[in-house]
């Protein structure tokens, strides 16, 4: 006669067998897929092997014989505490705690292996020590709570099914049997296991340790309370330091402290600090216009220095502009928007560490999020936007505590706490050379300030198109609401740079330190119909960025004309500094110019330097721009093209002549020439 428990027991070991050896391949190996040859399996794709690995074990635990191996041990050793025999019954209050107990087990195990899974896993930066232990717990804690609940709930129903059907009551172990089975199955689905980690045998190791941490402290605790309830506090006082010492070098090994950078020793060269204002045109600076809202801070830095009249940014995306500034390439050739796994370009930041300057960066917009944009990997210590918040996100378990919260993400920091973060890093440094990066970003998305007049006459018209992220009450601000907003960032920013500039006077640092201001774009002020966004055309109010250079070895008080790029900032700097990168940027060394800019003036039919926009959203497709000198070329997908002049404002060339049909055409030459090298 067929035995089905045995049968039973049998497939179950076949399955763990089985699944052990891919759950091993997946962790060891750190891939989802198993190359035989010209054959290659992907594990995923069959199965998710801890799923299968769960599902087995739940069943060898369901066609178990009672009274035999660790179940029989783990009775009788219960019983010797004073707990309920094998042949004890169950009943709503045995079912209710021990579905509890069983259910906080397995959710703490799981919460805690979660959380490990989400710090282990590369992510750079890497969380606070604060941040990581607050993860920690509160994935320990939702874990506990889901489980509990979850557990609780099968086994009241298991008992109830039970009696309806068999008539009596089941026994204890029995129905504790069941309900380990059951959370046993549904044990990995909650779980992206199929992330991949940057060190899969590490997670294993403290999966692993984890289990048997939790395991131990929910074995033994029903026994540690019963003993300590007779006084004997030998096993409660033994087991609880051990699991004290076990999960601080836990947290310690997984977390650690914040990533600060080494000591650095002092050198000739001289600190570099680079502020880059996200959304502030350069138009907006009295530099170039008379009437416009006095920023002293900003037109001091550059009476102090060098100004290229005609910069020009590489991108409309922020995160492509960055990286261009960074690096010294065009968006194609960094390829920050679409990264190449394990592959970074060289950079600013990159070369200067590696002559012993201490860098970091302190940004301020959501958008250049450390882990997202991957330009945290150009940093030693790089500090975003990234909140517990974001953490909780990233786990699986512990999103549960954000969707409670429903506290929205915030998308800009102010600039005097990011500053404040960059006088703390700087504070810590050991005097040797650096360099920072600080972005400010708060003009991209001003913040409509109404007047009073505006308050007692009565709501005027709204803005005719307000930007897509404004929230329903600021689209009803009228455009001076929107425009007073914006400026009183541009001065946020301002007042922002004069803090920084007094804080390396007062450090002793400011002769030594040469400071940077740029933009990785403008925003639309009215161009095309567009408000306090790039739009999906190149208007040059978009395009024209400010880029000033003072410090040691710089000319006060220099012009430079021509047209200029983002592409420009590195070569210039380091040549500037008297270092030059192993690897050649495409941008040009414009640090000539700084040195002596009055007497070496500069070629304003200079150029040419190139532009494209965001992908639109409904052909996927970019305009591209060709600027030399005072002209414009504007490429649409579609091959036409639009040809401007820029005097003191854009003016579009309808009809050409002589000279001008020469120089559309050279200058459409030189776009397709850079568009086919791309």
């Not at 087991?239 to 990533?259: C, D, E, K, Q």
Request: aromatic letters at 8%.
């Amino acid at each position: 006669m067929i035995d089905p428990r045995r049968w039973g027991a049998r497939i179950a070991n076949l399955g763990l067998v089985v699944f052990g050896l891919a759950v091993v391949v997946l962790l060891g190996t750190g891939g989802t897929r198993v190359h035989l040859g010209p054959l290659g399996i992907s594990l995923f794709r069959l199965t998710n092997p801890l799923q299968g690995l769960f599902f087995f074990a739940a069943l060898r635990v369901l066609t178990a014989r009672p009274g035999a191996g660790l179940e029989s041990r783990l009775v009788r050793f219960y019983a010797r505490q004073g707990m309920a025999p094998r042949h004890a019954s169950a009943s709503v209050l045995s079912a209710l705690r021990s579905g509890i107990w069983l259910g906080a087990g397995f959710g703490t195990v799981l919460g805690l292996v979660d959380a490990l899974r989400v710090l282990t896993s590369g992510y750079h930066p890497g969380p606070s020590w604060l941040d990581g232990l607050a993860l920690l717990l509160l994935s320990v804690l939702a874990g506990w709570l889901l489980g509990a609940a979850l557990a609780a709930t099968f086994s009241l129903a298991a008992l109830g099914i039970a009696r309806l059907l068999l008539g009596g009551r089941p026994g204890r172990y029995a129905l504790g049997r069941w309900t380990v089975a059951f959370l046993l199955a549904l044990s990995p689905l909650p779980v992206d296991w199929s992330t991949g980690t940057a060190a899969p045998g590490r997670l294993l190791f403290l999966a692993a340790l984890s289990l048997l941490v939790a395991g131990g402290v929910f074995l033994l605790a029903p026994a540690v309370i019963l003993r300590a309830r007779r006084g004997s506090w030998g096993l409660a006082i033994g087991s609880g330091g051990a699991l004290a010492l076990t999960v601080g070098l836990l947290a310690t090994g997984a977390v650690g402290p914040a990533f600060r950078s080494g000591a650095q020793s002092p050198g000739t060269h001289p600190n570099l600090l680079l502020v880059s204002v996200s959304g502030l045109r350069a138009d907006v600076l009295s530099l170039h216009r008379s009437r416009a809202e006095p920023t002293p801070n900003f037109d001091a830095l550059a009476y102090r220095g060098v100004h290229f009249r005609a910069a020009q940014t590489t991108s409309t995306s922020a995160v492509a502009a960055a990286a261009s500034l960074l690096t010294g390439l065009y968006p194609a050739s960094h390829r920050q928007e679409e990264p190449v796994r394990g592959w970074r370009p060289p950079s600013l930041p990159g070369v200067l560490a590696s002559h012993g300057y201490a860098t970091a960066a302190f940004v301020s917009w959501r958008r250049f999020d450390g882990q997202r944009s991957g330009l945290a990997d150009y940093f030693q210590f790089y500090d975003d936007l990234t909140t517990l918040q974001d953490w909780l996100e990233r786990a699986t378990v512990a999103r549960v505590w954000v969707s409670v919260s429903h506290v929205p993400a915030r998308r800009i920091r102010p600039a005097r706490q990011t500053v404040e973060r960059f006088r703390r890093w700087l504070g810590r440094n050991s005097g040797g050379p650096w360099c920072a990066w600080v972005e400010l970003a708060g003009p991209v998305r001003p913040t409509p300030r109404p007047s009073e007049r505006q308050s007692r006459e009565g709501d005027p018209a709204p803005i005719p198109l307000p930007p897509r992220w404004a929230s329903p009450q600021q689209r009803q601000q009228p455009l001076n609401a929107w425009l007073r907003g914006y400026q009183e960032q541009v001065l946020e920013a301002d007042r922002a740079l004069g803090e920084m500039w007094e804080l390396l006077r007062v450090r002793g640092e400011l002769h030594r330190t040469v400071v940077v201001l740029v933009a990785e774009h403008g925003i639309c002020l009215g161009e095309g119909g567009v408000w306090f966004e790039v739009g999906a055309a190149l208007p040059e109010g978009v395009l024209h960025v400010p880029w000033i250079v003072a410090g040691p070895g710089v000319d006060p008080g220099g012009r430079v004309a021509g047209p200029a790029s983002l592409v420009d900032v590195t070569p210039t700097l380091l040549g500037l500094i008297g270092l030059a990168s192993e690897r050649g940027c495409e941008g040009e060394d414009l640090s000539r110019y700084l040195v002596d800019a009055r007497s070496i003036p500069r070629d304003p039919q200079s150029g040419p330097v190139f532009s494209e926009s965001v992908p639109s959203p409904v052909t996927g497709k970019r305009l591209y721009a060709a600027r030399f000198g005072p002209w414009k070329l504007v490429r649409h997908p579609d091959g036409t093209e639009r040809f401007y002049i820029i005097e003191e404002v854009e003016r579009e060339v309808l009809s050409f002549r002589g000279r001008q049909e020469r120089l559309r055409r050279q200058i459409s030459d030189m776009l397709g020439d850079w568009l086919a090298r791309r």
